[in-house]
């Protein structure tokens, strides 16, 4: 499974990181039990932007590195969008229709707290049933009225608008590991991820109800 992990000025930290730490760890727990290898892993994960050429600075100031850039990233199927501080993307335009084209071509779709507010401007939620940060819902509702934005939820699944795909929403920040490990349940299966979350030692909600 391949999966890109979009990074930008400004991401927070946790939404970027924990689902990355989420797949790879759930691949060496593969590979240590036998269900992948080395070569032939369960999660291929890679960091994309639109430059390449240079880290990205985290909120915080934390840089990041990255592996790939738009133009260049692999077909995919999952494409992860964290949150952070959004305005900078949401007026990006080479991203925001960056994510819809792909969107439109990739299985699973996904966003971490304000990363919603990325995938609403490119038309990936429009309507559907959504979450993100407890003190970004207001913002998210006024914005976009058609989405029927919940609270109280770790983590939403959607139809996408377009294909035959889901979109998966979540609430802040931490609530991006959970929905993380949910992914990797569906893919490989619920001792996979319990032995995920056990390997980092994190009490996972494997429910979407906070």
Known sequence: MKIAILLYDDVEVLD????????TTATRVAVRRGDATPEDPLFEVVTVAADASRPVRARAGLRLGVDVALADTPPLDLLL??????????????????????????????????????????????????????????????????????????????????GSGAVFTSAGISAGIDLALHLVEVVGGRDLAEATARQMDYAWQETATA
């Open 16 to 23: 970027a990181c924990g689902p990355y730490e989420v797949f």
């Open 81 to 162: 969008v964290p949150g952070g501080v959004t305005d900078a993307v949401e007026a990006d335009a080479t991203v925001v229709d960056w994510v819809r084209e792909r969107a439109e071509e990739t299985p699973l779709v996904g966003s971490v707290c304000t990363g919603a507010f990325v995938l609403a401007e490119a038309g990936v939620i429009v309507d559907q049933t959504v979450t993100t940060h407890w003190e970004d819902v207001p913002d998210l509702r006024r914005r976009w009225p058609d989405l029927d934005v919940v609270e109280d939820r770790r983590w939403v699944r959607a139809d996408a608008t377009t």
